[in-house]
């Protein structure tokens, strides 16, 4: 598969908005499922947003009711949109791809977390400040 490649990282101000997206050229990323993560400096790497094959998507609570998940499948590209970015936002954004998403005992799909996902791009800063 060829790499996954995240772009539209940037430094905005307190309440802004960036759109972030991850180019998926291969030829079945369109059937695969797609997370956006983030990770900033001394934490771990947390599941941000998740999208399957039918559209469906997770997100994490923190981010819930400000970033939206979606793609374009012709264009072959997610998208993370971002809006009332916080402080706490800044990290560096990574796009991940899996074949499929599992669930827990319990039902749960398991789309943001990070050892689900195979495929991984090397990352989009975004940096918040107030």
């Known amino acids: 598969q060829e790499q996954l490649v995240e772009s539209g990282g940037g430094s905005v101000q307190v309440g802004g908005s960036l759109r972030l997206s991850c180019a998926a050229p291969g030829d079945t990323y369109d059937t695969y499922c797609m997370g956006w993560f983030r990770q900033a400096p001394g934490k771990e790497r947390e599941g941000v947003a998740g999208?399957?094959?039918?559209?469906?998507?997770t997100y994490a609570d923190s981010v819930k009711d400000r970033f939206t998940i979606f793609k374009d499948n012709a264009k072959k590209i997610v998208y993370l949109q971002m809006h009332d970015l916080k402080p706490e936002d800044s990290a560096m954004y990574y796009c991940?791809?899996?074949?499929?998403?599992?669930?827990?005992?319990?039902?749960?799909?398991?789309?943001?977390?990070?050892?689900?996902?195979?495929?991984w791009g090397r990352g989009t800063q975004v940096a918040v400040s107030s």
């Open positions: 999208i399957n094959a039918d559209g469906s998507t």
């Open positions: 991940a791809a899996a074949r499929e998403c599992g669930y827990s005992d319990y039902g749960e799909w398991q789309a943001l977390l990070p050892n689900e996902y195979n495929y």
